[in-house]
């Protein structure tokens, strides 16, 4: 089992920056890729972004530039920089998990809100 805990969701103004966080814990040895998704209203969820345990990432197309995915594996820890916020970009950010034998782990979300 792996555990997720989100933070720094917000209320940000168009433009602005705000850094996700994701912490794991529980079965830590079994992460393959962690990442992020998020769900707007009335929408479905898509992906943004993940990172594999070597460090390799993955972007969504629309993303890409915008936000940024990092890492730190000493603290099992996935980030999400976000830069030039935008109205669209409101929705609740989910922590993602790929552990083995293909389990997959969500975290609670976290909500962000740009306004314009």
């Known amino acids: 089992q792996v555990q997720l805990v989100e933070s720094g969701g917000d209320l940000v103004q168009a433009g602005g920056s705000l850094r996700l966080s994701c912490a794991a814990s529980g079965s830590i040895s079994s992460i393959n890729a962690m990442g992020w998704y998020r769900q707007a209203p009335g929408k479905r969820r898509e992906l943004v972004a993940t990172i594999t345990s070597g460090g390799s990432t993955s972007y969504s197309d629309s993303m890409k530039g915008q936000f940024t995915i990092s890492r730190d594996n000493a603290k099992n820890t996935v980030y999400l920089q976000m830069n030039s916020l935008k109205p669209e970009d409101t929705a609740v950010y989910y922590c993602?998990?790929?552990?083995?034998?293909?389990?997959?782990?969500w975290g609670q979300g976290t909500q962000v809100t740009v306004s314009s």
């Open positions: 993602w998990v790929l552990a083995a034998r293909g389990y997959v782990y």
